[in-house]
């Protein structure tokens, strides 16, 4: 373990976040708020530690190996979530720093849930602060700094496959940095649109590009207390969920499309039939237990999108939905969307697997002989990817459950802490319940509640194995 090298990409990433809260500090000089020394003095002592660090770690590195990789990759997010704190701390946004780490952490992973009440009252600095944390923290951190730092060409592999979520992790092009810059390419045109469109609709520029950057984020974090609703109106609401169904598409369809399949490149993907279906199936059964009698058509297709992709936006209290219909979100938020794109949960790919997996198994008890294989777009699945998703899918329903107990242990009521539990290592964020439904936030919540639902929200947005491999014994051995 060379933690020279872990020490000098740390301090990368340090600088790149420093240089966004100067950005911040320049919207709040825009704007004329009291807020805008607190970011650019932030900034510029982040990028200092940023700085200093590089210095300390000496020359650049030109190998990583995948137990840096992984451990780069997990300590990346807590650090930055501890420094990206700063801000909320030194502007008084915050009183605790635990209620800032909670909030600075939940954007990062792209969870949206969130400690801050007044939404509509707090500086535009602090709100486009929470939007860019989670506008980085979607396409990911890490995926920025190869974009960025060719010299990752030769080990950076081992952080791509680290973070970037699903069970098979393909370069989209020969190089990773190419990659890299490809993934944050096709990102920054979908947020770029999304923004357009919103603005033309009738948001002003400000709110139009903070919701786009939390729509294709798949965050969910809102500059309203009523998020979506306090527009309340129907176009909105179907640009919304346009762009939160394209944020939860693999992105790698996106860059085939790009480069001339624009319809075949999807058509002819297995998940994302699956993916479609899926989510027509389940609109489908939100009408059939009469969702349509307490909300529109255009508020149901919005919260269903906003929670099957992990997103969190809000333009309707679902808590007065059917029970039934609250069973299905459940159902939606444990699921996600597609690997390969910024929305959290266990993944369309994986249940696709999965499914298919068990009836192969169904198939092999009648005919002990047959040879029968799992195929995904035309392609046979190896039996060791199959096993791993076994493997997750297991460990997945355990981090659950053992987060539930332990938020449990805290003093929290046993549905709200199922209830965080799942949103928080589904990256989704509003929950289940008075405490943290759609209706309230997760302020209230003890402070070591809130300490290990961070835990879940970084577990979950790295899928459980990259956080637990740092937490086994057997990492750690020569």
Known sequence: MNIKTITWIMGNLCALFGIAMLTTGLVSLFYHTAHSPHFLLSGAAVIALGLFLKVLSGPYPTTINRREGCLIVALSWFFLSVIGAIPFMVTGVCHSFINAFFETASGLTTTGATILNHLDQQPPSILFWRSMLQWFGGMGIIVLAIAIMPFLGIGGMQMFKAEVPGPVKDKLTARISQTGKALWLIYCTLTIACAAAYWADG?????AVNHAMCTLSTGGF???DASFGFYDK???NWIATLFMFLGGVNFALHYAALRGGLYR?????GEFLTYLCWLLALIAALWLVGVTSHVRWDQMAFTLLSIATSTGFINADYSFWP????LLLAVAMFVGASAGSTAGGLKIIRMMLLSRQSLVELKRFLHPAAILHVKVNHRTVPDNIIQSLWAFAVLYICVIFALSILVSLTGVDILTSISASLTCISNTGPGFGPTI???????????MAKILLVVGMIAGRLEIFTLLLIFSPFFWRR
Do not use: Q, R
Request: proline letters at 13%; a negative charge.
């Open 323 to 326: 029970p039934a219909a609250l």
């Open 203 to 207: 948001m002003n520029l400000f709110d």
């Open 222 to 224: 809102s500059t309203h």
């Open 234 to 236: 129907p176009s909105l």
């Open 437 to 447: 439904g759609p209706a309230s936030n997760y302020l209230t919540l003890p402070a």
């Open 265 to 269: 490149s999807y058509i002819c993907d």
